[in-house]
Each structure stands twice: as C-alpha cells, then as structure tokens.
C-alpha cells in the first residue's frame, strides 16, 4: 500500500568519480515507524541520508516523500516538508546558548527572518515554547548555557530538541549514540522512544543493542547495497549479515 | 554562575562602546583636524561595514572598494554636475553601491571561501577599469572639488559642520548594523557562520540570507564612499582599487572582527599611521605591513577581541 510509506527511495544510487557509495537502493519507510539503518563502515548509511534530505544529488533513482517526487528538491525545502535530519557530528551552534539554538528552529515559522531592523526581544515570544522542549529533554535548567559549553551528550539532547522545534514529520537521526558513553546511551534511546509517537524516524546506528530495543524495521546495507531488511529477530538470523558483521559486531 | 555574569557584561561592553564612540566623536573635531576625523569616520563605517560580513556571516570579501569608490564617484557627480541636494547625492551613491552589492553577491555566493574572494576581486577589478574608461571620471585626476551643500540650511562647506553631519549619519550606519548583527535576520547569520549544514537543515535557504547580508554590506560601504567623496570633495580612482579592498580587511582584522568596536579602532590606528607616518613616503606600507603580520601572528583576535578576551576571562 504505497499510502502507508511515507518515504520511500527507488533504484537509488550515487557515485563519487567512478566510486559506487550507493548501488541502487530501494528503501521503503512505514508511516509512525522506527526504521533502523545498518551495516558495517562504508556501507552507504551517512550516504543514504545525505541523499534522503538532498545535501547530495543521486546519480540516479528516485525518491518519494509522502508519494511525491522529491529527487530534484534544495535540501531547505525538504526541510521544510517536515523531513528532518540531524548529523554524526554533534550540530549546534556553539556560540548561540541553547534557548537560542531552540528558537533558530522556531523563528523561521515566525516569518521575520529576514528582518534586520527588528530588536532581538522581538524573538522572545518563543521562548516560552523554546523553554518547554528543553525541559522535554531535560535541558531546562542549561537554557542560558553557550552550547558549545555542554557536555557531548547535552548537545546530542539539545539537537534533539532543536529538531522537534520544528514538529518534523520524519526524523533522520545519523548515529545519534555515537561516541557516548554507557548513561547517556540510555537517557537517548528513551528520548528517541518517546519523540517517536506521532512520528516517523529513520535512524543509522552501530548500537546493535539500541536498534534491537528502538526499531520496528531494519535495513541491512553493505557495499553500498541491501542486504537484508525484516524485524532484529529476522535480520540478525540471516546468514549474509552475519557474515557482514564477522570481525566487526555480531 | 560565569554565564550569567558574561550576558550582563555584554550588555555594559555594548553600552561602554557606545558612550566611548560617542564621547571621541563629539570632541574629535577640536582635538585633530575635522578632515583628518571625518576620513577616519567613514574608514571606520567602510570596516564596520565589512565587518558585517566577515565577522558575523564568515564571508571574506576582497572587493569592497567598488562599493566605496563608485558610490564615492555617483554622490560627486550628482552633486558637482548636477547639483542635486547633499540628501539625494548620499542617496544615489548608496542606491548605486547596493543594486552594485546585489550583482556581486548573486555571482559570488554561488562559490564559497577563497574562491569566492578572488570572484569578489575579479568583480571589483571589472568595476575599477569601468571607472578608468568612463569620460565622466576624470581618468587619473579622479573627480576634484565636489560641493558639499547644505543640510537644514546649514553650509556644510564649514568642515564643523560637515564633521558633525558626517557624525550623525556615522552613528545611525553604526546603530544599523549593531541592529542587524542583533535582529532575527542576525540570529539566523549567526547560526549559519557556526554551522551552514545544519541551519539548511533547519530549512533556511542560506544563500538568500548570504545575499542579503551582502547587500546591506555593500550598502553601507557605499554609504561610507559617498560620505567621503563630499567630506574630502573629491573621488579617486585610489577610492575603487583593489588596496583599498585589502586595506579595509586590514583594519578590520586589527581592530578585531566580529567585535562591535574593532573595525572602528582599526581604521582610527590605520588612517593615523597613513596621516602621521605620509612624510616618510612609502614606508608606511611597509609598517602597515608589518603591524598586520604582528597582529596575525600575535593578536588573533584584534585589539578589541584580545581586550574582550581579557576581561571576559577576569570576569
């Protein structure tokens, strides 16, 4: 039923100078699921995401967003059709605190973006809101806080909020556990449950523990193809991913 | 809490540049010579100018000068040769600098970092060779003795008078781009500096804000262009060439970019050396030179940003 898939790629692929990253996948994203992205390094997972939300052009393939071609869309504008990504790399803005790291993402909605003859205290009537996603991830207490100050997993947090300040429809988290330790691990995979209600997320992630816990779907990728897809219980059993996996998890 | 303790010191520092700006400005012309001020006046809005870009939107332009020196050239012919009204004449240079500042940023964004500074030069090269073949000009002579008007009946022909005019439109630019740099449009500059990827994938079309950003730069410049042509009465091809370009990129990195002051203190210590150090010839290219590297090599942050830094750690 293609009214179910809210994302959905056909035969994409990309290649970088004759280096195939991506060969010709075809993923299909359930409306209200947790799809969970694996494979081993090199796969094309990061890849895959920055073709999702069109930081990269496809060499060739398609792909849908609510059954609507997408392919030849500016990044912003998926954005703005409530497909939204976070990074490997933590991203937030380091000098802005993180109030005002929330109320980025609010601002735009508020259409006064490109006014800059208006004050700063003109924003403030988002802070409330702002205010209330960061007690959403427990960050109320740190709202005046330089980002670039808070510790690695706060700033993990604060993306997550800053995300959900836009109310996204499908949220692509690339490793959001990445380079945390055991605690904060945990505190995420929570969060990533409860955010998920209502909505619809694709994550990459090398916790095989966290994808077990979170997803209702995985995609095997290797070598830049599919290579397995069902439920942990399914995609762990198959033979190929274990084989994969030899040397590096599994 | 120290964050706590750094808003509230922002605050005092932003109202401590202000009164320190305002309070040199006011006497300045009966401590040095109302010319000599009102050259280090529209240096230190061309630096501010620049700074917009280069210290809150991350963007290095290496052709301001076009935007100075045609602006400069459009104010004096419209005031000598056609002898429009001081209002229409600053007018008409920044009208020319902007729709100028507009051209350049819509070719120039779509690279990024050093490329887009050598297109930035390129443009500016194009608009000094224009400038050369003009007729209207004046060729190497450049355009000579640009009436200043009068402003609400005053004769600005009085340098007084010109200096205090200068001033007063030195402080609204000033308070324009401090606006900016704090406004919604400023927020989203900000956010784009520190992390382009991201503010994309918040849904900003980045490049339209990029542009913008260019455009009040350019603008601004071209303010300070037209200011000058009537404050020296003359514009020079010296006004639209590539030193001037670097020159302003020079004063803005040793006042400080990205500081709200640093530009200004910059052009102050450049224009000196320039007035005080001319009699020894072109060794003050030399020691320009040299400051510059010192500063690189020592005081990355500038004057202003090294003093900011101080005090921020003390605090």
Same mark, same amino acid.
């Given at each position: 039923?293609?009214?179910?898939? *809210? ?5 994409? %692929?990309?290649?970088?100078? $004759? ?59 998926? %954005? ?8 490997? *790399? ?8 993180? &109030?005002?790291?929330?109320? *980025? ?20 009537? &988002? ?45 692509? &988290? ?33 916790? &095989? ?8 779907? *995985?995609?095997?990728?290797?070598? $830049? ?18 084989? %994969?996996?030899?040397?590096? %998890?599994? | ?21 305002? /309070? ?8 040095? =010579? ?8 529209v240096m230190?809005l061309f630096?501010?100018a ?5 210290? =809150?939107?991350?963007?290095? !332009?290496?052709?301001h000068a076009a935007f100075l020196g045609s602006a400069a050239y459009v104010t004096g ?13 600053l007018?008409?240079g920044v009208?020319v600098a902007?729709?100028l500042?507009?051209?350049?940023? #819509? ?17 500016? @090269?194009? #608009? ?16 000579? +003795? ?14 007084? /008078? ?46 339209? =804000?990029?542009?913008? /950003?260019?455009?009040?730069?350019a603008g601004l410049a071209g303010l300070a262009g037209s200011l000058k042509a009537l404050a020296m @009465?003359?514009a020079?091809?010296?006004d639209v060439?590539? @030193?001037r370009?670097?020159?302003v ?10 500081? #709200?002051?640093?530009?200004?203190? +910059? /052009? ?35 004057? #202003? ?9 003390? !605090?």
């Open positions: 039923m293609p009214d179910d898939l *809210i994302l959905e790629t056909r035969d994409v %692929a990309k290649e970088f100078r $004759g280096f195939v990253a991506v060969a010709g996948v075809s993923l299909r994203v359930k409306r209200g699921s947790i799809h969970g992205l694996i494979g081993p390094n090199g796969a094309g997972k990061t890849t895959m995401f920055n073709l999702l939300t069109r930081f990269l052009p496809v060499t060739r393939g398609t792909i849908l967003h609510r059954g609507e071609d997408v392919t030849a869309m500016a990044p912003a504008q998926v %954005a703005r059709r409530g497909v939204v990504r976070s990074f490997q *790399i933590s991203a937030v803005f380091g000098s802005l605190t993180a &109030l005002e790291n929330v109320r *980025i993402a609010l601002q735009r909605r508020l259409g006064t973006s490109f006014r800059f003859w208006a004050p700063e205290r003109s924003l403030r009537v &988002l802070d409330d809101r702002a205010r209330a996603l960061l007690d959403d991830v427990d960050l109320g207490s740190l709202a005046d806080v330089p980002a670039g100050e808070l510790p690695y997993g706060r700033k993990r947090a604060l993306e997550l909020a800053t995300t959900l300040a836009l109310e996204p429809e499908v949220l692509l &988290l690339d490793e959001p556990t990445a380079g945390m330790g055991h605690e904060d691990v945990g505190r995420v995979a929570d969060l990533i449950q409860r955010v998920a209600k209502g909505r619809t997320v694709l994550m990459v992630e090398h916790n &095989l523990s966290v994808v077990a816990d979170l997803c209702d779907t *995985i995609t095997v990728l290797a070598r $830049g193809s599919v290579l397995a897809e069902g439920s942990y219980a399914q995609v762990s059993a198959d033979p190929a991913v274990r084989e %994969a996996y030899i040397g590096s %998890a599994a | 809490m120290s964050h706590g303790a750094r808003r509230v010191w922002s605050g005092q520092a932003v109202f401590l540049a202000w009164a320190t700006v305002a /309070a040199c400005g006011f006497v300045a012309p009966f401590v040095v =010579y109302p010319v000599f001020a009102m050259n280090v006046l230190a630096a501010s620049l700074n917009l870009l280069l210290g =809150y939107s991350g963007l290095l !332009s290496f052709g012919w419209s005031a000598k040769a056609w002898g429009m009204p001081v209002l229409v004449s007018a008409a009208a902007t729709l500042g507009l051209v350049f940023g #819509v070719l120039a964004l779509r690279r990024t970092g050093i490329y887009f500074a050598m297109i930035t030069l390129g443009l500016a @090269q194009v #608009v000094y060779f224009i400038v050369v073949q003009m007729p209207w000009t004046g060729g190497e002579d450049g355009l000579q +003795g640009i009436p200043r008007g009068t402003f609400l009946g005053i004769d600005l022909g009085n340098s007084i /008078a010109m200096y205090y005019f200068t001033y007063a439109v030195f402080l609204a630019a000033f308070w324009l781009i401090q606006r900016t740099i704090r406004s919604p449009f400023g927020q989203v500059l900000r956010a784009i500096k520190e992390n382009e990827p991201r503010a994309i994938s918040l849904g900003y079309d980045v490049q339209r =804000y990029k542009l913008l /950003a260019f455009v009040i730069s @009465q003359f020079t091809l010296g060439a590539w @030193q370009s670097g020159e990129v020079l004063m803005t990195l040793l006042g400080g970019m990205g500081t #709200v002051l640093g530009p200004s203190v +910059g /052009a102050l210590l450049v224009v000196t050396m320039e007035n005080y150090l001319s009699s020894i010839g072109s060794w003050v290219t030399v020691i320009t030179g040299a400051v510059f590297v010192v500063v690189v090599m020592a005081f990355r942050r500038g004057i #202003v940003g090294e003093v900011q830094a101080l005090l921020g750690r003390r !605090s």
